[in-house]
């Protein structure tokens, strides 16, 4: 797959969230709990206020909630 298709696909099938004082809030409450750092714990709490599964292989959420590891 060209990576022309690639960002087409991701554009696609995503949506976009505003940061706003909820979104900022819940971030800064899960880095305060987990001690994930500011962007981590905004996009955590941005796939937990949209109740979405976040999908990473990133070892800092390995731990949380809601979080699918990948390889």
């Known amino acids: 797959m060209h990576w022309n298709d690639r ?3 991701i554009m696609e099938s995503s949506i976009i969230v505003e940061m706003d004082d909820t979104l ?6 899960f880095r305060t709990k987990s001690g ?14 949209t109740k ?3 999908i990473t292989k ?3 959420f390995k ?3 809601n979080v699918i ?3």
């Open 7 to 9: 960002i087409k696909f």
């Open 24 to 29: 900022a809030l819940a971030a800064a409450d």
């Open 52 to 54: 979405s599964k976040l």
């Open 36 to 49: 994930l750092h500011s962007m981590d714990a905004i996009i955590y709490a941005t796939a937990s206020l």
């Open 63 to 65: 731990t949380l909630k």
């Open 58 to 60: 990133d070892t800092h």
């Open 69 to 71: 590891m990948l390889d």
